[in-house]
């Protein structure tokens, strides 16, 4: 198996970096570095996606120590974080290719459950909570799903409206968890 193509998706600030193989399995790496996107984006294009076709993807360290130790530029920000890419983006190849989890490939699971982040974005305060009320559902939150002020939000100018819009935030917000608690 070799390395084909790669395609990014630099987003708003995210990049992520998606790595092919010549047997169309492909992996994901994240290659964001707020503020720094377009940077790391032109790195990976530039110097790395070159560099990787055609190589065996199996060899996850060797290409890591390519990158680490043959590079002009040695180990900022922007390059560690393609690097970083380019790593996940191998070993979710090398998970898929042996059909296991990435876990299983590098020691095993170290917890049955872990704490979740689920944002809440919106115009409205109801729906602000609702979507992460539901993703939470039958696991329970274990923090509070708090959005400070809605985006958008048509109180912003008038102060007691604004208060009494939070205080409805909150009230919801304290329904949303008793009711995914249950």
């Known amino acids: ?72 530029w040695k180990r900022g920000a922007v390059t560690m974080t393609a690097i970083s890419a380019i790593d996940m983006a191998l070993w979710d190849i090398k998970g898929k290719a042996l059909n296991t989890p990435v876990y299983n490939l ?26 992460p009320a539901r993703a939470v559902q039958g696991n329970g939150p274990r923090g509070p799903l708090w959005p400070a002020r809605p985006r958008g939000d048509a109180t912003q100018g008038n102060s007691g409206k604004r208060i009494r819009n939070t205080l409805r935030t909150v009230d919801v917000s304290r329904c949303a968890a008793v009711t995914s608690d249950q």
């Open 1 to 72: 198996m070799t390395l084909t193509a790669e395609q990014k998706y630099p987003g708003r600030n995210f990049i992520t970096l998606k790595i092919f193989t010549d047997q169309g399995i492909y992996g994901l790496g994240d290659a964001t570095l707020n503020g720094r996107e377009k940077a790391v984006a032109a790195y990976l294009e530039e110097y790395c996606i070159p560099a990787l076709i055609g190589k065996d993807p199996s060899n996850i360290e060797d290409i890591w120590h390519y990158f680490y130790k043959g590079v002009y």
């Open 106 to 131: 590098i020691g095993g699971k170290g917890r049955d459950r872990i704490l979740v982040y689920c944002h809440a974005d919106g115009k409205e305060s109801l729906r602000l909570l609702q979507r």
